[in-house]
């Protein structure tokens, strides 16, 4: 398992949330799972930017969740 943290900020509110994921996990499966859906259901996951510490990950279908 590995422990990350998924963040969203929207003009008017943010939300950081810890979650635990099986090694392996896609980040964008990490993403979807999380549930950070419910708090901001006006974004589409499936198909949205998704980065590391600010940088765009091109690959997030594929790149793999690590700790740290």
């Not at 590995?2 to 003009?11: Q, S």
């Not at 509110?13 to 964008?28: E, F, H, I, K």
């Not at 259901?41 to 793999?64: N, Q, S």
Request: contains cysteine.
């Amino acid at each position: 398992m590995v422990e990350i943290e998924v963040g969203y900020a929207a003009v008017d509110r943010q939300a950081l949330l810890a979650v635990t994921m099986p090694v392996g996990t896609s980040l964008r499966a990490a993403v979807l799972a999380s549930g950070i859906a419910l708090q901001f259901p006006e974004l589409v996951l499936a198909d949205c930017p998704l980065g590391i510490f600010g940088k765009v990950v091109a690959d997030a279908d594929v790149r793999v969740v690590q700790p740290g």
